[in-house]
């Protein structure tokens, strides 16, 4: 069995456990961002963090973004979104787009979507030939192994839900006027082809976790319970790195004084 087959999207909260768990993380993830610009602590600056979202079409990656870095000054972080590469970027290698946006020692970028369309999209809708998206597992762990060590955290989530969950949203999307915009007839394309993308998505996680940037996969069958997994998930990863950095992790804020940070 794979590793999406064994997945629980099962689990949920309640929106009182919810409130709870997302003040107290972000309040953590505050704290830890800080340590890592050099704004708290030894005011070393401490490597850049990377978090790097993939999922299905409607598995809550924006929901989830917003939980991680909404509560954050805006100053700190960047969100990058990929889509289908210019004429210009395809005239370079597939990394080279990406590397453009990393974020620096100290700093903070969240990718919605990355360098990993290569072996799943662009695999899937047959945009890379197999040659090229085969060759891309090992430029890719090479890549992020030179990033991990010179300068990065790297967090990877992988984000999932059901056929019938994303039907569910798809249909909510269709008949609001203000989420229509998200929904496309390629979005609807895709999803016949979801087995295929679920298979390229095995692959990718067998060949693409390594020690210095495992996949943390997260069952996004509710929402409140993803957006929770992304942010608790991201937070040990950072405390991971910050570790094998050398850089001492500070134990939590006392949540009495919360108020301060608002």
């Not at 990718?204 to 409140?224: C, N, Y």
Request: glycine share 8%; net charge neutral.
């Amino acid at each position: 069995m794979g590793v999406l087959d064994q997945l629980d999207l099962s689990n949920k909260l309640d929106r009182m456990e919810y409130e709870q768990r997302l003040a107290v993380g972000q309040r953590r993830l505050y704290q830890l961002r800080l340590h890592l610009g050099g704004l708290m602590g030894s005011g070393t600056l401490g490597p850049g963090l990377l978090v790097v979202l993939e999922g299905p079409d409607a598995s809550g990656k924006g929901g989830a973004i917003k939980a991680l870095v909404g509560h954050l000054d805006p100053r700190h972080y960047r969100v990058v979104n990929y889509a289908k590469p210019s004429s210009e970027e395809k005239e370079h290698h597939f990394l080279w787009r990406f590397y453009r946006e990393l974020p620096g020692l100290g700093r903070m970028a969240v990718f919605d979507r990355s360098w990993y369309g290569r072996v799943l999209v662009e695999r899937v809708e047959g945009f890379a030939t197999k040659t090229e998206w085969k060759r891309a597992y090992k430029a890719i762990v090479d890549f992020e192994e030179s990033l991990c060590i010179e300068s990065l955290i790297v967090v990877k989530l992988y984000m999932h839900v059901s056929d019938d969950e994303q039907l569910r949203r798809f249909e909510g999307r269709a008949v609001d006027p203000l989420k229509r915009w998200k929904l496309t007839d390629e979005d609807w394309r895709n999803r016949e082809k979801n087995g295929l993308y679920e298979e390229a998505a095995e692959e990718m996680f067998r060949r693409t976790s390594h020690r210095l940037a495992p996949w943390d996969v997260i069952g996004a069958e509710q929402k409140r319970f993803a957006r929770i997994a992304v942010l608790e998930t991201t937070i040990a990863r950072v405390e991971q790195g910050m570790r094998r950095w050398g850089m001492e992790v500070p134990p939590h804020v006392d949540l009495i004084d919360a108020d301060a940070l608002n």
